[in-house]
């Protein structure tokens, strides 16, 4: 099993910043990639942003392209999304997702992101 543990999420205002992070612990030996989606009310849950273990090699949904950033700490195994420039349509529960190889994803248990105009 895996264990994911997110923190960060909260209120702020348009233009503002928040910093989420996201902790894995357990069996993470086969992990390869870890990463952040979305889901806002009404709405199906969409990608945002994934780094690669190995590499750190970045990827990003188009929408949070240049306002968003994806970091990991290998040491602790957690990742990072600093989110700037934030508006109103990033309003959305952030969840943290795992990959591993021979396995189905973990998922964190999401964190409320409010931004208001």
């Known amino acids: 099993q895996v264990q994911l543990v997110e923190s960060g999420g909260g209120p702020v205002q348009a233009g503002g910043s928040l910093r989420l992070s996201c902790a894995a612990s357990?069996?993470?030996?086969?992990?390869?990639?870890m990463g952040w989606f979305r889901q806002a009310p009404g709405k199906e849950r969409e990608h945002v942003a994934t780094?690669?273990?190995?590499?750190?090699?970045?990827y990003y949904a188009d929408s949070v392209q240049g306002r968003f950033t994806i970091s990991r700490e290998l040491r602790r195994m957690t990742i990072y999304l600093q989110m700037n420039s934030l508006k109103p349509d990033d309003t959305a529960v952030y969840y943290c997702?795992?990959?591993?190889?021979?396995?189905?994803?973990?998922w964190g248990q999401g964190t409320q992101v409010t931004v208001s105009s």
């Open positions: 997702n795992i990959k591993m190889r021979g396995h189905d994803d973990y």
């Open positions: 357990g069996r993470t030996a086969t992990a390869y990639a």
């Open positions: 780094i690669r273990w190995s590499g750190g090699s970045t």
